[in-house]
């Protein structure tokens, strides 16, 4: 069964930074299948990030709109691990961060649609103050 652990979460001020770090129990799933979600209180999930494949160009990565370059999805050279560098934070509250894992089949495509990933962890509290 595959497991994804989260960490890094915590509390920050606003224009400060964090690194969040996910690691897949399984080598069977690619930090290329993986992404970042993340979820504030009253508020849908939302896609932030994810790696995808790219037909001989090797691993890319995509991002939500929003995020406007401050943060930057990676993965370890292991290849089951994926981090989520945010930098020049904004306010947020309690926000939860999710990442998740996608089936090798679907990793040929960019896709920051939380329906297409199976695989999910509990997730990391971001709390951004003022």
């Known amino acids: 069964q595959v497991q994804l652990v989260e960490s890094g979460g915590g509390s920050v001020q606003a224009g400060g930074s964090l690194r969040l770090s996910c690691a897949a129990s399984?080598?069977?799933?690619?930090?290329?299948?993986m992404g970042w979600f993340r979820q504030s209180p009253g508020k849908e999930r939302e896609g932030v990030a994810n790696m995808y494949h790219v037909y001989r160009d090797g691993d890319s990565s995509y991002y939500a709109d929003f995020l406007k370059g401050r943060f930057t999805i990676s993965q370890a050279n292991a290849k089951n691990t994926v981090y989520l560098q945010m930098n020049s934070q904004k306010p947020e509250k309690r926000t939860m961060y999710y990442c998740a894992g996608r089936g090798a089949a679907t990793c040929w495509r960019y896709s920051l649609m939380s329906i297409e990933y199976g695989y999910w962890g509990q997730g990391t509290k971001v709390t951004v103050s003022s």
């Open positions: 399984v080598y069977t799933l690619s930090s290329t299948c």
